[in-house]
């Protein structure tokens, strides 16, 4: 069992930069996968980025790709997303996920097995 705390989250405008943090419980954290997924109104939730279990492999949406960077530090238990030059278009709740998605999978939502219950971002024009 994994319970994931999320934190960071806020007002900022665009052009600007936020760093959430998801710390998790639990002495497995290093064995899953992590993932940041966000949900806008109105919208399906979403992938946004993962990392793997050691960290030397990561995966990021189309719409985040130069911009968003996750780590990890497996010794804090704790995943980061650090997102520069925000847009309002990603203003959304962030959600971050661990789960044993395959590297192919690590995109899909119901590889991941447990959630934590968002942080929501807001970016001003």
């Known amino acids: 069992q994994v319970q994931l705390v999320e934190s960071g989250g806020g007002l900022v405008q665009a052009g600007g930069s936020l760093r959430l943090s998801c710390a998790a419980s639990g002495r497995t954290f290093s064995s899953y996968a992590m993932g940041w997924f966000r949900q806008a109104p109105g919208k399906e939730r979403e992938f946004v980025a993962a990392?793997?279990?050691?960290?030397?492999?990561?995966d990021y949406a189309d719409s985040v790709k130069g911009r968003f960077t996750i780590s990890r530090d497996n010794a804090k238990n704790t995943v980061y997303l650090q997102m520069n030059s925000l847009k309002p278009e990603d203003t959304a709740v962030y959600y971050c996920?661990?789960?044993?998605?395959?590297?192919?999978?690590?995109?899909?939502?119901?590889?991941?097995?447990?959630w934590g219950q968002g942080t929501q971002v807001t970016v001003s024009s």
């Open positions: 996920a661990a789960g044993t998605p395959t590297w192919i999978t690590m995109s899909t939502l119901s590889r991941y097995d447990y």
């Open positions: 990392i793997n279990w050691s960290g030397d492999s990561t």
